[in-house]
């Protein structure tokens, strides 16, 4: 049995938009960490996600399958079942994943004190 995510695993006030690169779209990172720990359901997904609509982590998940980063797996039960598991080149992305996250960790609020102090130039005066 694969334990509960937790619903908190994403801190709302992190400002995953402001990162300077970007792993597929805005959500498949995040559905990478939720896969790291195995098999998991649409709805267990959607937990710490709780902020993606259904129709955008759908998109997301059909994507990365396309990509090959997951399989869906459909069980033929009433009510069906499907499960989302990351593959071997998920996998890979968890290395990637982890080191972005230590480098936001040590320089994001440089980045974004940056951002912030930015003056950009005046596009009316061309």
């Given amino acids: 049995m694969v334990t509960r995510l937790d619903p908190e695993m ?3 006030m992190c400002p995953s938009s402001a990162m300077p690169f970007q792993i597929g779209d805005k ?4 559905v990478v960490l939720c ?12 937990v710490p ?19 090959g ?7 033929p039960e009433n009510p069906p079942r499907v ?3 990351l593959t071997a080149l998920g996998r890979s992305l968890l290395t990637l994943i982890e ?13 974004l004190a940056a951002r912030e102090a930015h003056v950009p130039p005046d596009l009316t005066s061309r």
């Fill in 99 to 111: 080191a972005a996250r230590a480098w936001s960790r040590d320089h994001l609020p440089a980045l």
């Fill in 49 to 67: 996600l709780r902020a993606v609509t259904p129709k955008v982590l759908t998109q997301t998940l059909r994507a990365m399958e396309r990509d």
């Fill in 35 to 46: 896969l790291e720990g195995g098999p998991r359901r649409f709805t267990e997904i959607r």
């Fill in 27 to 30: 959500w498949t990172g995040m």
């Fill in 69 to 75: 980063l997951v399989v869906r797996t459909a069980y």
């Fill in 10 to 12: 994403f801190d709302p």
């Fill in 83 to 85: 499960e989302y598991d």
